[in-house]
Nanobody, 120 residues
Framework: VQLQASGGGLVQAGDSLRLSCAAS????????MAWFRQSPGKDREFVAA??????YYADAVKGRFTISRDDAKNTMYLEMNTLKPEDTAVYYC????????????????WGQGTLVTVSS
């Protein structure tokens, strides 16, 4: 099982970015897929998750970020709008959840991360 995250970059505050996470090895069609992020010196934090039952967001990104997935392509996306400097982090995609969808310790498979830098 492999997850490949991409789409990060350097943008200015107020700009938009779209991250992608391509999964291979098996189908995750019935499972949660999620995005987490980690800034220097901070713990990895939940950003958003998606399953057939719905979507879930951290309060800090609600209304600005949109998570989606294309199961035919085994790919998940994170559309990030109105970016803020505090969104600067390495963004990781994950799947293979065993417990609480917002807890990073509950996911078995992780992508390598993609860096998002938002300048003020």
């Amino acid at each position: 099982v492999q997850l490949q995250a991409s789409g990060g970059g350097l943008v200015q505050a107020g700009d938009s970015l779209r991250l992608s996470c391509a999964a291979s090895g098996r189908s995750f069609i019935s499972e949660f897929m999620a995005w987490f992020r980690q800034s220097p010196g901070k713990d990895r934090e939940f950003v958003a998750a998606i399953r057939w039952s719905g979507t879930y967001y951290a309060d800090a990104v609600k209304g600005r970020f949109t998570i989606s997935r294309d199961d035919a392509k085994n790919t998940m996306y994170l559309e990030m709008n109105t970016l803020k400097p505090e969104d600067t982090a390495v963004y990781y995609c994950a799947t293979g959840r065993a417990g609480l969808y917002f807890s990073p310790t509950e996911y078995a498979y992780w992508g390598q991360g993609t860096l998002v830098t938002v300048s003020s």
